[in-house]
């Protein structure tokens, strides 16, 4: 079962390779002139010296498209605008309907690693740490979904000197009292005190630099109030993850500690491949194509000269045991886009000792930063960041407001319920909807609004195609049969319908995930012109049974996509 879009392009691709003597990618896509269009004569005119209009024509003599087009014509300069035969959408409609995945077919399974959220110990989770997060789970689901084998990997601050500071701090407060302090989430708050007693007292910072002798020495005594420390500090994060809905589980969480045994074997594989370089008394790689503002050689440096490793070696050690270990053959890093050089030359030095070879291969997925309405890094109103866990509340506590005022006659336990998806997918959405690689701004107002492009228009477009089920009495049919298709808005609601498989196949290679929720919006826009002019509950058979088909696989096709991007789609609000 191939998409319109797929079948085109492959008997287009036929006849241009013909027509031009090599392959030609046609550039099928959606058109506002036609269902589909081709604009790859343009491109080919210049190779043969030939007018784009005169390829196009000889393009659509040796195409066989009879079968599925009503329609083509050459337009503008050298456009294929093709549309196609109702009975072929109502018939590729109907098919879709009856399948369990919606079309989209399985895939070669391969083991896909994807690294994302970090939060530090004993540190609180802010927003800086939602994008992260929230894309990151995207990348699992739809990855997941696919049929691939996914390892999670939460690479958790959880070593290195500031826990020095922290476990002199947790031993002069005593043992109960900091594990209080930190199972009620107050991270930054031990985090601070500890701060301020290393910035104003000698005697506590020669304490603390003694301390990660200690640490890093593997005493016992000190391992165990470190553990003490990650402990508490995972168990609060887990807290904040089950109120973003995300699929980290504790068992993901193996942080900078796991791979302390592997440090000095990474240094000595890339010394023993010639990798490694004394610069300035540390030991550095200089991977291939990296330079400094100076034209020189960019070092990363593996080992201090003081002896000690830093990001860079945990980072190589991570890699090698991914690709070693657990055998992925796809690695996706979601970090934020400061960090793109620093992922680009580990990602390079990988490849050059042997580890990332092909079919493997790593992907910095970078994003932009969330802003306030000042246009600068979204902070609290005193400066200081924003809690994760009061941001995650407030957008619950807003969604509820909205729910009530919306469908006062809600009960409250599904009201409660309806809120915590409508608030907690208005955040992911407005994250998710906007292009990864940009800043967006962070407004409440406008995500919890159910018009425009946000989470509740489109878990509103859902709820509201199951009430008609619900109002009818009926149960959906998906046997597979055709879909008639005799209106325009039907026929511009199953064109959408049936460019699912293209989107998720498109996004799940890119990560650009506001593809999708583009692609979500147009589906419910498409669905309400489809609802506000074609009769469903009133209409006479057949079209009564076709336009519930098409409902149904509307519903389906929201309710999977937003659950792709960690969003619910409750049947009722």
């Not at 005169?54 to 009503?70: M, P, Q, R």
């Not at 007292?201 to 003490?228: N, P, Y």
């Not at 609601?493 to 498989?501: I, N, T, Y």
């Amino acid at each position: 079962m191939g998409t319109p879009e797929q079948i085109l392009s492959d008997r287009l691709a036929h006849a241009f390779e013909a027509v031009v003597g090599e392959p030609v990618d046609p550039l099928v896509q959606r058109s506002q002139f036609a269902d589909y269009q081709s604009n790859a004569a343009l491109g080919s005119a210049k190779r043969l010296g030939r007018k784009p209009r005169d390829i196009a024509a000889a393009v659509l003599a040796a195409a066989d498209l009879g079968d599925l087009v009503e329609h083509t014509e050459i337009s503008g300069p050298g456009f294929i605008n093709m549309t196609l035969r109702a009975q072929v959408l109502g018939r590729m409609a109907g098919a879709v309907g009856a399948d369990d995945r919606l079309g989209v077919p399985p895939v070669d399974p391969e083991t896909v690693v994807v690294d994302y959220s970090a939060p530090n110990t004993a540190k609180e989770m802010h927003v800086g740490h939602l994008r992260s997060t929230i894309i990151g789970d995207a990348a699992v689901r739809i990855t997941e979904w696919l049929g691939h084998r996914v390892i999670k990997r939460n690479h958790l601050g959880d070593w290195g000197t500031p826990f020095g500071m922290l476990i002199e701090h947790l031993l002069d407060i005593g043992e109960a009292e900091a594990a209080a302090e930190l199972s009620v989430g107050d991270l930054n708050g031990f985090y601070t005190a500890a701060r301020r007693k290393f910035d104003g007292s000698d005697e506590f910072k020669e304490r603390s630099r003694r301390r990660v002798v200690l640490l890093q020495g593997g005493d016992e005594a000190t391992l165990r109030l470190w553990r003490l420390l990650v402990a508490e500090s995972k168990q609060y994060f887990m807290k904040v993850y089950d109120s973003l809905d995300v699929r980290l589980v504790e068992a993901d969480f193996v942080g900078e500690s796991a791979y302390n045994d592997e440090l000095a074997s990474v240094i000595a594989e890339l010394d023993r491949l010639g990798l490694l370089r004394s610069s300035e008394g540390a030991d550095c790689v200089f991977p291939a194509g990296f330079t400094g503002r100076d034209g020189e050689p960019l070092p990363l440096i593996v080992r201090k000269s003081d002896g000690g490793y830093g990001y860079a070696t945990t980072d190589l050690a991570a890699i090698r045991d991914r690709l070693t270990t657990l055998g992925a053959t796809r690695l996706l890093y979601v970090v934020g886009m400061p960090q793109q050089q620093h992922f680009a030359m580990v990602f390079t030095t990988a490849q050059e000792a042997g580890w990332l070879a092909p079919p493997a291969r790593a992907t910095h997925i970078g994003f932009g930063s969330v802003l306030g309405a000042d246009g600068k890094v979204l902070r609290s109103r005193a400066g200081g960041t924003i809690k994760l866990v009061d941001l995650l509340d407030e957008a619950v506590d807003r969604a509820t407001r909205a729910i009530e005022e919306k469908n006062p006659g809600l009960d409250a336990g599904s009201r409660a319920e309806v809120a915590r998806a409508v608030g907690i997918g208005a955040i992911k959405y407005a994250d998710l909807s906007t292009d990864r690689l940009r800043d967006y701004t962070f407004d409440f107002d406008r995500m919890l609004s159910f018009e425009g492009n946000t989470a509740p228009y489109l878990q509103y477009a859902h709820a509201r195609i199951r009430s008609i089920f619900r109002r009818g009495g009926v149960t959906p049919g998906r046997d597979g049969t055709p879909v008639r298709i005799a209106e325009p808005a039907e026929r511009a609601l199953a064109l959408e319908l049936l460019a699912f498989p293209d989107i998720v196949a498109a996004v799940s290679e890119s990560m650009e995930f506001h593809r999708l929720a583009n692609y979500l919006y147009g589906l419910a826009t498409a669905f309400t012109a489809f609802y506000e002019r074609c009769p469903v509950l009133k209409a006479e058979e057949p079209s009564r049974g076709s336009r519930l088909a098409l409902c149904d696989l509307t519903a389906r096709t929201l309710a999977t996509g937003l659950g792709l991007l960690g969003i619910a789609a409750p049947d009722t609000m």
